[in-house]
């Protein structure tokens, strides 16, 4: 059974009635009986064990690309899912005994695919007699002691999230995630594992599950009032002496946080989102922390901890099942106690191994419904349009996005105060694989333009504020010299900017001057013709993961919403086309952007 969080909550004064609940939620298959304290006898005085960990998994259970319809495959060859995963846990187990291993996660489990889309949505598992979750079921069969909460598990709301929770034979932690009332923990902030040793004392082993404070300002629909986000360094500076004092001769903290130290929303929060760094840095008694939420990789980091001078281990597998990070651990028996001797970090790929069929036959029914929901055709294109070329250029698959977005927008607030103000709209390219055949458009087709759960707003700016947010945008450029030779491959993401925090606004025209420095790249800023006033007033037709400050873009979040919509831009595009039933850019796409140096284009126009 899952975590009860109302006996958790009702045990908040009785530190060790919690500590029971949580390590009996989480206990692993092969737990050893209650520990008989004793000294170790006759043998070896050592003892290790492995903790495997996984993060921001986003609902991929196949190695398949339910956007393309075919095996996942990328320029590196990876291989995601959880049928692979599954196959490197049981080598793992094999090698090293499954009583000495863990395996946990560190977040971001259902959202991202369109498998996890049908079961939140098309065929939700909170209806009556709803399915079970294919991410419960796969994690519940190979066999995870706990995970971390991720941001995106709010995406569909608190409900969905809660049945997931009831569907997992593991717990979900979140020692930052308080009930907005009383704020106590709203999910299990740890759980406690026990590890049988030849020497005659299990090993205590703790994680400490910490997740994101931006889901307060990125899934604010959903959680304001109902729940509230500390900071990870307070919540771990306050749980980490208690589970020490509980017994725990290892300290583990499953943190959906990054290591770089910087946030996304500026100074929206007073809390850092990548912060595993801080952690390792400023709380003592960590031994190692299971990093997510930043996608990428790090096989091994460590971070020395300023009050004890003893390093933590930071280790985060890549995304999507590519990578399994192993944390391997030493222990010694001293002075009548486990202390930890030494640990070391590594991945396994899991393009080495093939999928678990344990796995693939579990789910196949699941897998084989998403796929024939996916290639439903909802329309006609034509012509084709691709979002290979959407970072440099302004290409008519981003306008189509932008354009149903500035559509849906003017038809909400036709006959409200605000009807008669022209509206502009961001997007960005999302994927530059995203593509609409000519001919027939299915449901993925329309869905692979926007893989994340974003809803519509509208929002009210003057044109310097705009402006300003282009300025913003365009840092996302290498900045380049007129007698440079461009090479449109290393010309963007600058300073390590995502494609997703690069915007193009559709309704100005605009160039940016790449040879200028970020701040003064904006000219020719124009709406219909004219230039733009800078006290003129704006509608911005924009997604709540911008205006409530995901990529720290300038004024957004303080604008005065004029509208919000509770459906996802995927779903708007997907019913636009099935509206419209033929896709035809001659109707929406132009060239309104363009990338210059010292006036002069980056990229000629074809003859």
């Known amino acids: 059974m899952g975590f009860d969080r109302r006996a958790f909550l009702g045990t908040t004064a009785a530190t060790g009635a919690a500590v029971a609940l949580a390590g009996a939620a989480a206990a692993p298959a092969a737990a050893a009986p209650a520990a008989g304290a004793g000294r170790p006898g006759p043998g070896p005085r050592t003892y290790a064990f492995t903790v495997m960990g996984t993060t921001d998994l986003h609902g991929n259970v196949f190695n398949w690309d339910y956007f393309t319809d075919r095996e996942f495959d990328d320029k590196a060859h990876n291989d995601v899912g959880l049928a692979k995963i599954s196959t490197l846990v049981d080598q793992v187990r094999a090698e090293k005994g499954r009583r000495n291993t863990l395996l946990i996660d560190a977040g971001d489990t259902i959202q991202g695919t369109q498998l996890s889309y049908y079961y939140a949505k098309v065929d939700p598992i909170t209806a009556r007699r709803g399915p079970v979750h294919p991410m419960a079921q796969a994690m519940n069969a190979i066999g995870y002691d706990a995970a971390a909460l991720g941001n995106h598990e709010f995406n569909y709301g608190i409900p969905v999230l809660r049945k997931f929770e009831e569907q997992c034979d593991f717990p979900l932690l979140g020692a930052n995630a308080l009930d907005a009332r009383t704020l106590r923990p709203a999910f299990a902030p740890y759980s406690m594992h026990r590890l049988r040793t030849p020497c005659g004392r299990d090993v205590k082993v703790a994680v400490l599950g910490l997740t994101n404070p931006g889901i307060a300002l990125w899934d604010k629909a959903n959680v304001q009032g109902k729940m509230t986000f500390p900071g990870l360094e307070e919540q771990a500076a306050k749980y980490v002496p208690r589970l020490r004092s509980m017994g725990a001769d290892v300290v583990i903290v499953s943190a959906h946080s990054g290591s770089s130290g910087t946030s996304s929303y500026g100074d929206q929060l007073p ?19 299971l990093v997510g939420h930043a996608h990428t990789e790090i096989p091994e980091y460590r971070v020395k901890n300023t009050a004890t001078g003893r390093d933590v281990v930071l280790s985060e597998p890549l995304k999507w099942g590519q990578r399994l990070t192993l944390f391997d651990f030493e222990l010694e028996w001293v002075k009548g106690r486990w202390s930890v001797a030494g640990v070391a970090a590594r991945v396994l790929n899991s393009n080495t191994v093939a999928e678990d069929p344990k796995i693939t036959r579990l789910l196949s029914d ?21 979002a290979a070329e959407g970072p440099v250029k302004d290409v008519a698959i981003i306008d189509l996005i932008n354009h149903v977005q500035a559509e849906t927008v003017r038809a909400a607030l036709s006959g409200s105060e605000w009807a008669g103000l022209p509206v502009v709209s961001q997007a960005s390219c999302f994927s530059r694989t995203a593509a609409i055949p000519a001919g027939q458009v299915t449901i993925r087709d329309a869905a692979g333009l926007y893989p994340f759960e974003n809803t519509l707003e509208a929002r009210l700016l003057t044109g310097a504020q705009l402006k300003d947010y282009l300025e913003y945008s365009a840092r996302y450029f290498v900045r380049t010299s007129p007698g440079e030779v461009v090479d449109p491959a290393k010309l963007t993401n600058a300073e390590g900017v995502p494609d997703y925090n690069y915007d193009a606004l559709y309704g100005f025209a605009y160039d940016i001057d790449v040879a200028q420095p970020v701040g003064s790249r904006i000219t020719g800023l124009s709406f219909e013709g004219a230039p733009v006033d800078p006290a003129g007033r704006f509608v911005l037709a924009v997604n709540n993961y911008r205006a409530s400050g995901g990529g720290n873009f300038p004024h957004v979040p303080q604008a005065r919403q004029l509208w919000a919509d509770s459906d996802e831009i995927r779903n708007t595009i997907i019913q636009w086309v099935k509206a419209k039933g033929t896709v035809d850019p001659a109707g929406f796409a132009s060239v309104s952007w363009r990338l210059t140096r010292e006036g002069v284009p980056v990229f000629q126009a074809a003859p």
């Open 271 to 289: 809390y850092v989102e990548n912060a595993a760094a801080l952690v390792a840095e400023q709380v003592p008694g960590i031994d190692a922390i």
């Open 366 to 386: 699941e897998h084989r419904k998403v796929v024939e929901y996916v290639n439903q055709v909802i329309g006609t294109s034509t012509q084709a349009m691709s």
